[in-house]
């Protein structure tokens, strides 16, 4: 920007702090009602009043009216009023960007928490079988007299410890719905861990609603180990 331009603007500046400090000098004086012009006799009327007090008139145009007001108590009644209207709705829309600004943080906040991974208690579920009575074969009806075990449908990872005696090797772990349908397999291999044979299966139970199923367990060729259990 040129020093011609800067200076310019420094002026209008200079000249719009001028023409408030004016309108405050006005208020002081009493114009609000020392000049009673009932028939409004030479008043610009409400549109030029707003342009003038919202800052949309340019200064050289604004000029001969507020001299206007001078002489005229209704316009400057009219005047403040429109200014007092304006700094409430200006209030109010900050008031508003302000909630709207709350608003968009707790939502942020509740996106935030929503897409942090899953902590490692949800993420890797550890389920003992070891001393749980089990079912074997087809029929998935057949039930137990312990409680069914209860799996997050978080859970990205099984972690099955097996039963004693039970080997290492390839193993297949499959989903079963009350009727017997398979919903999902996966196969993984079992290692001796600590003296426990530990199965550690990925599994994807997100889709799977709610509700009681078998899991079901078996070294390939053999016949299925169904545990009931209960997705959460």
Known sequence: MTSTGSRRILKEQEEFNGEEKRILDLLNKGLSRDFPNPQRIGCPGTA????????????????????????????FQEFSEIRK???????????????????????????WVRSRPTGQTTAVVVLDLRGRSTARGEN??????????EIPRSAKSLNLELPIGSNEGAYDVVLLNPSGA????????????????????????????PGSYFLGVRQPGLEWTRFPIRLL
């Open 85 to 111: 209207q304006a700094a409430g709705q200006r209030r109010q829309t900050q008031m508003w960007l302000a909630v709207a600004a709350m608003v968009l943080l707790a939502v942020a906040g509740w996106m």
């Open 48 to 75: 030029i009043l707003k342009s003038i007090a919202l800052h949309k008139l340019p200064l050289a145009e604004a000029d001969p009216w507020l001299e206007h007001f001078s002489s005229c108590s209704p316009c």
């Open 140 to 149: 998935p009806s057949e039930t137990t007299s312990q409680p069914p075990l």
């Open 182 to 209: 398979e919903l999902f397999r996966v196969s993984a291999t079992a290692k001796l861990e600590d003296h426990i044979v530990v199965l550690r299966a990925n599994v994807d139970l997100a889709r799977v609603s």
